[in-house]
């Protein structure tokens, strides 16, 4: 066997704090170095060395700390060391054995290969990986890429609790022990949830009641989209205002959650194109074309009859302007006719898969297949009525709706839209907004789900229709495509203006 001394220093040290018996190639093992390490001029030339702590490998350790042991060195043989240093010194370096390194390095090679391996078999599959495996590694992917929320009505709670009074609205403070949030069944919001839900990007519905539609319904709106922006307003540390995808990025690597506006209701336009480039200016962003009720250009879900010509107007006005449509809520008739009109991908921004719930509120299959070739996003709802067509459900639950939309639309067509704030019965594990990772963890226990494809989900194919809406827009500009300016009609009533 070499003699201690004769061998790399960095050698001799791994051999050191290796517990093994072997060998090391005829090295030896740990038990035949046990040498004071401040005992050679080896030793201390390394310690002594400008570079001792780039020198000193990692987990090696030394009898006391380095200048300590320098000192030490410093006092031993000072003569025989400058000696060396300065090559005046007779005797002969030792050769240098690379053997153990190329040994050592195809060992490491082959370790991180089989690292490189398991991983993503271990957390992809959920083999061996517990639930908090998945989760950790959930919340590290949240924090690389954006979950982006396709629908939360927190300003309509704050507009039937305050009346949009917000001046003593403390979001950031949370709302789980304040009155009347905390007895509410629709309260599911606020900002310490959100941040432990790692929400990234929410679109925040200005909806606007059926029972306003030919009365004040463009005035609701804008005082809706106006407490919206209020709320991010006086929120800025944890908030940002964003109208595109590339802000949305922004906004999610400087730690803030990207806001967006989305106008619920077709009604809420008061049947004017005006009105609707008006929303777009003040920052909407999703226009869904109807509520629960009709409208005078489109029907909605349960409904017989489809788009109008005007309601195809609107469509591509909205193509124009660079909005996204939304088909939540829509009648079948309505969202395929807006599939064949429109130009950019669309959303049903918090519906489910209607082969799981049959309710007029979710998707069919034909509808799905649809909504792939347009490059559009289903954003799955949560609310147990959607879920399961019953008064309770599970992450389970919400997870087969995903998974349907996924095997027929393809995983590049569903996302996440749960609706917090406007509904009553969230999925048992799913309560409230800081639950999202749960559903992506308990998505990676499925083989079929890479962290890829749940990035997906969580966010960036929403981000990739915001994109692909955004350049319909900039083709449109280039093209010189002018305003739209077609009429639903006349229309009559006590509310209608009428010039002598």
Not at 113 to 136: D, K, M, N
Not at 225 to 242: E, F, G, T
Not at 262 to 267: K, P
Not at 419 to 427: E, F, L
Request: aromatic residues 6%; proline residues 5%; glycine residues 8%.
């Amino acid at each position: 066997m070499e003699p201690p001394w004769e061998i790399e220093l960095e050698l001799r040290r791994h051999i050191e704090s290796c517990a093994c018996t072997c060998d090391h190639m005829g090295y030896g093992n740990y038990m035949d170095y046990q040498v004071a390490p401040a005992a050679h001029p080896c030793i201390c030339r390394a310690i002594t060395s400008p570079h001792a702590h780039a020198a000193v490998p990692e987990g090696m350790t030394f009898p006391g700390s380095i200048p300590d042991v320098a000192e030490r060195c410093g006092r031993w043989a000072p003569d025989s060391l400058s000696a060396s240093a300065s090559g005046s010194s007779d005797e002969k370096p030792t050769p240098r054995r690379p053997r153990w390194k190329i040994a050592l390095a195809g060992l490491v090679v082959l370790a991180g290969l089989g690292a490189a391996l398991a991983l993503p078999l271990i957390l992809g599959s959920g083999g061996r990986a517990t639930s908090e495996q998945r989760l950790t590694t959930v919340r590290r992917m949240l924090r690389d890429f954006p979950l982006v929320d396709g629908h939360n009505d927190l300003a309509w709670n704050v507009r039937k609790f305050l009346h949009n009074k917000i001046g003593d609205f403390n979001l950031s403070a949370g709302l789980e022990g304040l009155e009347p949030w905390a007895r509410s069944r629709w309260s599911h919001t606020d900002i310490p949830r959100l941040r432990l839900g790692q929400v990234g990007a929410q679109f925040w519905s200005a909806y606007v009641p059926c029972g306003a539609r030919d009365k004040d319904a463009v005035q609701l709106a804008l005082e809706q989209m106006d407490v919206i922006k209020r709320i991010v307003d006086m929120n800025a540390a944890h908030l940002a205002l964003v109208t595109d995808a590339s802000e949305l990025l922004e906004a999610h690597r400087d730690g803030r959650i990207a806001s967006l506006i989305g106008v619920e209701g077709g009604h809420a336009l008061g049947d004017s194109l005006a009105v609707l480039r008006a929303f777009y200016q003040l920052g909407a962003r999703y226009l869904t074309v109807t509520h629960t009720c009709d409208n005078r250009w489109a029907r909605a879900a349960g409904t017989s009859g489809g788009l109008t010509e005007f309601g195809r107007a609107v469509v591509r006005e909205m193509n124009r302007l660079g909005m996204i449509v939304d088909l939540s809520h829509a009648g079948e008739e309505t969202a395929r006719d807006a599939l064949e009109t429109t130009q950019a991908p669309v959303v049903f921004s918090h519906s489910g898969a209607a082969a799981i719930c049959n309710s007029s509120r979710n998707v069919p299959d034909d509808l799905l297949r649809m909504i792939a070739a347009n490059g559009g996003v289903v954003m799955i709802n949560f609310y147990a009525k959607l879920v399961t067509c019953g008064e309770r459900a599970t992450v389970e639950d919400v997870v087969a709706h995903i998974n349907h939309v996924r095997q027929v639309a393809g995983v590049e067509h569903v996302g996440l839209g749960a609706g917090y704030d406007g509904i009553d019965a969230p999925p048992e594990g799913l309560e409230d907004v800081s639950r999202y990772p749960h559903l992506l963890a308990e998505l990676l226990r499925d083989p079929d789900w890479s962290e890829e494809d749940v990035r997906k989900l969580a966010g960036m194919n929403v981000v990739r229709v915001l994109q692909d809406v955004e350049r319909v827009r900039d083709q449109w500009r280039r093209a010189a495509v002018l305003p739209g300016e077609e009429s639903a009609g006349v229309r009559s009533g006590d509310c209608v203006y009428r010039p002598a």
